[in-house]
């Protein structure tokens, strides 16, 4: 459903406004090849390229549409997470194009301005100084007019050359300072650099709503809580409409003069959001994930979730429908209770988290 995909992608970039924030780092749109892969949450593609060229399009759109600069990632073949700061996506010409390409070539063809490379190596270079990476195949082949950004802390080198146009180095800027990019020997390189960084900021009209000035003048917006209730009945309409029922042989959906009573089991029927603050261990102080947002910089905190054991309760006693519950992974009592009912509900769950898989 593009024209949702679009309405979400438009309400996220009123938000980011509304923070202080014109420039939204996403959509991420790698095509999921790993399936425990640590950031698939955050893939607007799933598992079909077809599909993540028709919502990046509209994505791009409508984020941009509404004065937020949309920075498409992570490129290239960033398709894991184990091992991402290291290992090397070896890839075939007519793979790249024909499976991983598509949602990016969609996103250059919507507009999109700015570009981010990945952390890992492409064919044994790192992504973020492979000129077939970003010269060849973004900007000659795919017609990319805006600027490259390195993902934090992926730059190992000072790659203008290559296509980096931009480095988002974390605390300490090794390779895009003044001095190394004054030792630059082709300065029309950093000129290109700056003037495409540029155009793309007044493209959007950046400078004339530039936001808040990080650090000091950051703090109230970034704390100020700008979801609204449209939003809300917004991103639940999205997470209904992408439910898929993968099989129903005959029992959904369920009828009160069919059902008696309902067992529901599982630990993830109660399962309540990851606490603000709460970090997986030595995952770079990134939040933890949850069933309701994986972890890591795409973390977002689930502030009103309604459990499946509370929705399920409520809508069962509104038919007469008696609800039987463990909502744990005690075995024993799952087959306890699965006697007593007429149907089992089991409530299963996973989440994932950035920088694992």
Not at 196 to 201: E, G, K
Not at 298 to 305: E, K, L, R
Request: charge should be negative; hydrophobic fraction near 40%.
């Amino acid at each position: 459903d593009e024209s949702l995909a679009g309405a979400q992608a438009a309400a996220i970039g009123r938000e980011f406004l509304a923070k202080g924030a014109n420039v939204v780092l996403g959509p991420a749109v790698n095509v999921q090849r790993v399936a425990r892969g640590g950031r698939n949450f955050e893939y607007l593609s799933g598992e079909d390229p077809y599909l993540g060229a028709r919502l990046a399009r509209g994505y791009i759109r409508a984020v941009q549409g509404e004065g937020a600069m949309a920075v498409v990632k992570h490129f290239a073949f960033n398709e894991q997470e184990t091992e991402r700061m290291s290992e090397s996506s070896d890839v075939s010409e007519r793979a790249a194009w024909e499976l991983y390409y598509p949602p990016f070539q969609a996103a250059v063809e919507a507009g999109a301005v700015a570009a981010m490379c990945s952390y890992n190596k492409v064919n044994g270079t790192w992504a973020c100084e492979n000129e077939n990476l970003m010269q060849r195949d973004l900007r000659d082949r795919m017609g990319f007019k805006g600027f490259v950004m390195s993902d934090w802390g992926a730059t190992h080198s000072t790659s203008l050359r290559q296509g980096l146009d931009m480095d988002q180095p974390g605390s300490v800027d090794s390779f895009f300072n003044a001095q190394t990019l004054s030792l630059s020997a082709d300065t029309s390189l950093l000129d290109s650099a700056v003037h495409r960084t540029l155009a793309a900021t007044y493209r959007l009209r950046l400078h004339e709503y530039p936001g808040c000035v990080y650090p000091t003048g950051c703090t109230n917006d970034l704390h100020t809580d700008v979801t609204n209730a449209a939003h809300r009945v917004l991103a639940r309409d999205v997470a209904t409409s992408a439910v898929v029922l993968l099989k129903n042989n005959g029992i959904l959906p369920l009828q009160a003069h069919r059902v008696r009573t309902i067992a529901i089991v599982g630990q993830a029927a109660a399962a309540r959001p990851v606490r603000l603050g709460v970090e997986v261990p030595g995952n770079q102080g990134l939040p933890g994930g949850d069933y309701y947002s994986g972890g890591g910089s795409g973390h977002v905190h689930a502030a009103s979730v309604v459990m499946p054991l509370d929705a399920i309760t409520r809508r069962a006693r509104d038919a007469n429908i008696e609800v039987l519950a463990s909502a744990s992974d005690d075995l024993a009592a799952a087959e306890r209770l699965a006697l007593q009912a007429d149907v089992v509900i089991v409530v299963a769950g996973s989440t994932t988290v950035e920088n694992m898989d």
